[in-house]
């Protein structure tokens, strides 16, 4: 089995001291001029090098080629030589450079999960934890969200929700006993051919015995997806490896008969927007009944996360949603622990 793959992005080494190759599709004068004013030599008709020795000067280059607009039918690389086989679009080249930190987490980074409590609204047991991706270095300023965003405009959002999914079942080994689930977020954008994208997590759970069933692979940015055929497919493969599948984030245009009978979920996550003041709008209060009444006919469990006030899960509970999730009952951490107030008023 290959280890790399097109789809997870190119492998990139940022280099102290090297060459800046810049290919050109055709011809300009203008450009070649101002190139040759930069620093840059020509090494064939359309390709030029320019020779940096630290890599603050490397970043330098580039933005004064920003100026210039270098944009459009020109491809960039570095290599410790005047060669290379890997070419990169202008603007995701630029966009390495000033995000280095976060482009060498997305590769090589050090990630741990922290987990938040997913608690069983009618019992108070502990049901499960959702994994949620953090730099095992508390100090790094690194945030998810602005993460997977550039890691999405880099091409390299593949292979950061790999990365991501392989944290979460390595931080389950020896935290999380079986029987307790484990959420996984996944895009499902990402998993181009189900049945090789998914080979790599499904070794990683036979490897840290973890069972299959204790999973439950969670499809974020719900209300985004646009080729449900695909997705279908996606969680077909999760299914058959005995593992569960939910939909995050559920919300209007999306909970309807049809595309949850397509789909056929273990669960459905109300996005919080539906949990917040549920207790005193007549709106969302029939939005849940609605998802409710579904879950009799189709078989689902219902998740409401977001739950932050007693309000809040007092209703859910009483209008029989299953489980629940919030800063209420506990927030992400690496040990998490329950919200103490919470555990008192429940109980």
Not at 131 to 159: K, M, V
Not at 183 to 207: A, D, G, K, M
Not at 258 to 283: A, H, T
Request: proline residues 3%; contains cysteine.
């Amino acid at each position: 089995m290959k280890t790399t793959c097109f789809h997870c992005g190119i492998p990139f080494t940022f280099l102290s001291q090297g060459f800046f190759l810049l290919k050109k599709a055709e011809n300009d004068g203008r450009q070649m001029k101002e190139l040759s004013n930069l620093g840059f030599l020509q090494q064939s008709m359309n390709t030029y090098y320019y020779h940096f020795e630290q890599f603050q000067e490397l970043i330098a280059i580039m933005e004064a080629c920003n100026k210039i607009n270098m944009f459009e039918g020109v491809q960039v690389g570095i290599s410790r030589t005047k060669e290379t086989n890997k070419w990169f679009t202008f603007e995701t080249f630029l966009l390495y450079l000033r995000n280095k930190e976060m482009i060498e987490f997305i590769q090589y980074g050090g990630m741990v999960s922290h987990l938040q409590p997913i608690v069983d609204m009618q019992n108070l047991g502990i049901y499960g934890y959702e994994s949620l991706l953090r730099s095992e270095d508390e100090g790094a300023n690194i945030n998810p969200s602005q993460l997977f965003q550039l890691a999405d405009r880099t091409g390299l959002h593949s292979l950061l929700d790999k990365r991501a999914r392989e944290t979460a079942i390595k931080t389950r080994h020896g935290s999380i006993p079986d029987g307790i689930k484990s959420f996984i977020n996944f895009l499902p954008s990402t998993i181009y051919n189900p049945e090789y994208c998914l080979r790599h997590t499904f070794q990683i759970v036979e490897q840290y015995k973890v069972q299959p069933e204790d999973l439950v692979f969670e499809v974020v940015e719900t209300e985004k997806i646009e080729d449900v055929h695909h997705l279908q497919s996606v969680l077909d493969r999760y299914k058959r490896e005995g593992m569960k599948v939910a939909l995050d984030d559920v919300g209007t245009g999306f909970a309807t008969i049809d595309m949850l009978s397509r789909l056929q979920p273990d669960y459905v996550k109300i996005d919080r927007e539906y949990i917040s003041f549920c207790d005193r709008d007549g709106r969302k209060q029939n939005f849940l009944n609605e998802v409710i009444e579904l879950a009799e006919k189709l078989g689902f469990i219902i998740l409401a996360e977001g739950i932050e006030r007693m309000e809040e899960w007092y209703y859910c509970r009483d209008a029989g949603i299953h489980l629940g999730q919030g800063y209420l009952i506990g927030k992400p951490s690496l040990h998490p622990k329950m919200t103490g107030t919470f555990w008192c008023e429940v109980q």
